[in-house]
């Protein structure tokens, strides 16, 4: 190969990261913007660690406390799905304030 070749494609390869890593950045990861569909639709087994995140994120309870894992569990869980039941489309940050 030629190196006008080589440089070509090692100009086209880079470009072509950069789009891909720009794309990646793009996406939250958080479930804030999960769907109440996506939700209901998941693993029952993962449903406690979104709700635990729901139910606990940009709340300021004294002394550092949050709510608890068990209570997440066997209370916020179920009123999620219950919720979402209603709403399907609904983000699972847009329930905070009626699950609490």
């Not at 470009?15 to 794309?23: E, G, K, R, W």
Request: net charge positive; hydrophobic share 40%; with cysteine.
């Amino acid at each position: 190969m030629n190196l006008k070749v080589s440089i070509s494609i090692i100009i086209a390869a880079a470009a072509m990261a950069t789009t891909i890593n720009s794309a990646f950045a793009e996406q939250e990861t958080t479930p804030q913007n999960m769907t109440c569909r996506e939700f209901m639709d998941m693993n029952p087994k993962s449903m406690t660690p979104i709700a635990f995140w729901v139910v606990n994120r940009n709340t300021d309870f004294k002394g550092g406390d949050y709510v608890h894992w068990h209570e997440v569990e066997t209370v916020a869980v179920p009123k999620i799905f219950k919720q979402c039941q209603k709403t399907p489309t609904a983000k699972l940050g847009e329930l905070t304030p009626a699950i609490k």
